[in-house]
């Protein structure tokens, strides 16, 4: 069963879930690589809604980024150690930005 927070960011779920998880090696060494796979596969509507999702997460959840990103994930979520939930986001807007 879908949550409210799944619901509310589902483009954001979607690049984060389906490629930035526990496997994103599989597109390559790097981080980039698993961002790369999905801006090669999204169309651009997926893209700018992904964007969307990301600048409603981070104003919506802006006083608990981390654990809400936890939840949204349930944790899985592949990143540098030490990287916080907004400079992760900030760098995932940047690379789609870009795209």
Known sequence: MESAIEREFPALLQIIGGYLNQDHTIYGPKLE????AFIDDASADEITEGRENIARFLRAKADHLDAALEELT???WARKPGTSAREYLLWLD??????
């Open 33 to 36: 690589d698993a961002v790369k």
């Open 74 to 76: 349930s944790g899985d």
């Open 94 to 99: 940047g690379l789609l930005a870009r795209a």
